[in-house]
C-alpha cells in the first residue's frame, strides 16, 4: 500500500530533523522545511505515487508560484530547492522511482546571482582594509574584511570564526578551519590553506 502524501512528509521531516541535530548541531535549517507543508498540505491525502505524475508535478510547482508571489526570487528558489530534496528523499526511499521536478518547473527569475558581481578596484580596498585597520581597536573587523576580500569567505562565514580556528604561528602550513555550524551551503567543515595567500597571514598578524 503506498504511502500518503501527508505521511511521506511527516517522515521526511523527522529524518531530516535527525540529520539536522546530529551532523549541524541546530534546528534552524530543519524547520525550515516545514515552510512545504504551505504548498503540500493541498495533496496530503493523495498518495505518493501521484507526485510521479507530471500534470500533478506541474500544478504543484505552479501552486507554489501562488503560495509564495510576493516573496523575493531568492526565498522563492530556497523554496523550490527544499521541494526539490523532498522528491529526492521519496526516490532514495523508493517511495518514487523518479523526481519529476525539473528546472523547467522551479525557474526563478531575477535572482541577484544571475547578475554579474561587483568587483573592488584596488583604490575601493584599500579604503576598506584601512578604514577596517584604524578601527580595529573598537570594532574589530579586519579580520573579517580580510578573510572576506582576500579569501572569499562568505560574511556570515567570517562572522562566525573564533581565533581558535585560526593557525598561522608554528606550523608550515597556516589554515583557517571554518566548523560546521559556520559553513553556509552544505554544513561541512573545511580547512582553508593560507600558503597561498601570504598577505593574509601578515594581515592577520596586525
Given amino acids: 500500500?503506498?504511502?500518503?502524501?501527508?505521511?511521506?512528509?511527516?517522515?521526511?521531516?523527522?529524518?531530516?530533523?535527525?540529520?539536522?541535530?546530529?551532523?549541524?548541531?541546530?534546528?534552524?535549517?530543519?524547520?525550515?522545511?516545514?515552510?512545504?507543508?504551505?504548498?503540500?498540505?493541498?495533496?496530503?491525502e493523495r498518495s505518493i505515487s501521484e507526485l510521479e505524475m507530471p500534470s500533478v508535478v506541474k500544478e504543484l510547482s505552479l501552486f507554489v508560484r501562488d503560495c509564495y508571489r510576493d516573496v523575493k526570487?531568492?526565498?522563492?528558489?530556497?523554496?523550490?530547492t527544499m521541494l526539490k530534496r523532498f522528491?529526492?528523499?521519496?526516490?532514495?526511499?523508493?517511495?518514487?522511482?523518479?523526481?519529476?521536478?525539473?528546472?523547467?518547473?522551479?525557474?526563478?527569475?531575477?535572482?541577484?546571482?544571475?547578475?554579474?558581481?561587483y568587483i573592488l578596484t584596488i583604490l575601493e580596498t584599500r579604503q576598506i582594509l584601512e578604514a577596517a585597520r584604524v578601527t580595529d581597536s573598537e570594532l574589530g573587523l579586519l579580520p573579517f574584511f580580510i578573510l572576506h576580500i582576500f579569501c572569499g569567505f562568505r560574511p556570515s562565514e567570517?562572522?562566525?570564526l573564533t581565533w581558535d580556528q585560526v593557525k598561522i604561528d608554528g606550523t608550515a602550513k597556516p589554515f583557517v578551519k571554518v566548523p560546521s555550524c559556520a559553513t553556509a551551503r552544505n554544513k561541512k567543515p573545511r580547512k582553508v590553506e593560507l600558503t597561498k595567500f601570504p598577505c593574509v597571514i601578515e594581515w592577520l598578524r596586525l
Fill in 73 to 80: 526570487p531568492q526565498r522563492l528558489k530556497n523554496i523550490y
Fill in 158 to 160: 567570517a562572522l562566525r
Fill in 1 to 44: 500500500l503506498k504511502k500518503s502524501v501527508e505521511e511521506c512528509f511527516s517522515e521526511f521531516l523527522r529524518d531530516y530533523t535527525r540529520k539536522a541535530e546530529k551532523e549541524i548541531g541546530s534546528l534552524k535549517t530543519a524547520k525550515g522545511y516545514r515552510t512545504l507543508e504551505k504548498p503540500l498540505s493541498r495533496y496530503f
Fill in 87 to 117: 522528491f529526492n528523499w521519496n526516490v532514495e526511499k523508493e517511495y518514487l522511482t523518479q523526481n519529476r521536478l525539473h528546472k523547467g518547473l522551479t525557474k526563478v527569475e531575477g535572482l541577484q546571482n544571475s547578475q554579474a558581481p
